[in-house]
T-cell receptor
Framework: AQTVTQSQPEMSVQEAETVTLSCTYD???????LFWYKQPPSRQMILVIR??????QNATENRFSVNFQKAAKSFSLKISDSQLGDAAMYFC?????????????FGKGTKLSVKP | ETGVTQTPRHLVMGMTNKKSLKCEQH?????MYWYKQSAKKPLELMFV???????ENNSVPSRFSPECPNSSHLFLHLHTLQPEDSALYLC??????????????FGPGTRLTVL
């Protein structure tokens, strides 16, 4: 079975600085998708960024980028120029590419605080 | 209403009560999900409905009973719950079209407390 591990329960960053959140996963599959979701306090979970395992190029969405290391099964999220609105729980998630079901496997999450 | 909505947002119930959680998606998706989010644990997938048919039940106790009358609505019926069932229950939806990437859109959740 696939597992997702986020080893940092909490992280803190100064406003305007850069922070990297770690995520590792375990799978025997070669085709899969990886995601980072953000859950602000008392607000809905939203997708931040996604990566297809067959793509070597790291995904980027504005200030958010990933470092996808397929061989190491690592999928870290880098947030540049951190803003107060980035404070949230961040969840790394895995989805098998086999079949059409969109079942996600989540890590325990990392709580990110942004200091003004 | 837009996106995925859930009602009620907060619910307190006794162990002998019967209550229902409601989820509605306004995105035209064909798949809906129930997740349980407990403190210090990963989100747990509970049920999956695809085209109104339940396609997955992750060994959820029978005191949780899902219902999907159509592709836009999803219910979670609760009865004789235990205190350890207290959690945030999240609903999500996606458009499943035979493989590939399909983003799941989440609702705000129902915060359930079982006394």
């Amino acid at each position: 079975a696939q597992t997702v591990t986020q080893s940092q329960p909490e992280m803190s960053v100064q406003e305007a600085e850069t922070v990297t959140l770690s995520c590792t996963y375990d799978t025997s599959e070669s085709d899969y998708y990886l995601f980072w979701y953000k859950q602000p306090p008392s607000r809905q979970m939203i997708l931040v960024i996604r990566q297809e395992a067959y793509k070597q190029q790291n995904a980027t969405e504005n200030r958010f980028s990933v470092n996808f290391q397929k061989a190491a099964k690592s999928f870290s999220l880098k947030i540049s120029d951190s803003q107060l609105g980035d404070a949230a729980m961040y969840f790394c998630a895995y989805r098998s590419g086999i079949g059409s079901q969109g079942n996600l496997i989540f890590g325990k999450g990392t709580k990110l605080s942004v200091k003004p | 209403e837009t996106g995925v909505t859930q009602t009620p947002r907060h619910l307190v119930m006794g162990m002998t009560n019967k209550k229902s959680l409601k989820c509605e998606q306004h995105l035209g998706h064909n798949a809906m999900y129930w997740y349980k989010q407990s403190a210090k644990k990963p989100l747990e997938l509970m049920f999956v409905y695809n085209f109104k048919e339940q396609t997955e039940n992750n060994s959820v106790p029978s005191r949780f009973s899902p219902e999907c009358p159509n592709s836009s609505h999803l219910f979670l019926h609760l009865h004789t719950l235990q205190p350890e069932d207290s959690a945030l229950y999240l609903c999500a939806s996606s458009q499943e079209e035979g493989g590939g990437y399909n983003e799941q859109f989440f609702g705000p959740g129902t915060r359930l407390t079982v006394l």
